[in-house]
């Protein structure tokens, strides 16, 4: 089972996924602070994400990194890809797992007018990356090898896991705990405030389905 959160109210449950067959996972979009807080307004600071995968680890579970979705011009530039790289060789996780910003359902809206408040600049370059299947695959090849230069001269070329670098997808169990990700939200990077979860998610972190896992 792999738990891949943007909360650390996960570290509540620690003491029950300790001794299991589990590894803990944090989602971040971007190292930067500013950007984080535009894109992840609901998110916990990336700092006490690292600090899940931290002591997540000291329990003796396997701890993943998921950079993801990264931004286009954001948090996919080589001086961003290597700062995420950082954080991972900092925390020494186990596996890394990317993905490129996809057309979810109720993703776009969302980001149209994100961009169109701080980067309107962005505007025809998100939509054509989105909707325009040349862009697009034109797009991930020269991410991909971003990706791969900078995880190479980060020392973590065998840990990247992912569909964005031809990594071999498995089936398995992936939970999500309850502060969202950017495509299961309305806002981007944001998700479910807590404290509206349903009562029966009251009192623990996390809810799972079976989906494909990278």
């Known amino acids: 089972m792999t738990i891949l959160t943007k909360s650390d109210l996960i570290l509540r449950d620690l003491d029950i996924l300790a001794g299991r067959p589990v590894r803990v996972g944090v989602t971040i ?15 916990s600071a990336v700092p006490r994400r690292l600090d899940v995968l931290r002591q997540a680890k000291a329990a003796g579970l396997k701890t993943t990194m998921m950079f993801g979705p990264l931004l286009p011009a954001i948090s996919d530039t080589p001086e961003a890809l290597e700062k ?4 991972a060789g900092q925390m020494d996780v186990d596996s890394i797992w990317t993905d490129a910003l996809n057309p979810r359902p109720r993703v776009w809206p969302a980001i149209q007018e994100m961009l169109r408040r701080h980067r309107p600049d962005l505007l025809g370059h998100y939509r054509a990356i989105l909707f325009d299947a ?38 398995g169990v992936a939970c999500w705990a309850f502060a969202g990700h950017l495509h299961d939200s309305h806002v981007p990077g944001g998700g479910m405030d807590p404290s509206h979860m349903p009562r029966r998610h009251a009192r623990r972190t996390v809810a799972c389905r079976s989906r494909p896992v990278r």
Not at 134 to 161: F, H, N
Request: aromatic share 6%.
């Open 84 to 87: 995420l790289f950082e954080l």
């Open 134 to 171: 040349v862009v697009r695959d034109r797009y991930e090849a020269d991410l991909k090898k971003r990706v791969r230069q900078v995880a190479t001269r980060a020392g973590l070329a065998d840990r990247p896991r992912s569909a964005l670098l031809g990594g071999i997808a498995r089936t």
């Open 29 to 43: 979009t971007t190292a930067d602070p500013a950007q984080a807080a535009l894109w992840e307004p609901q998110a």
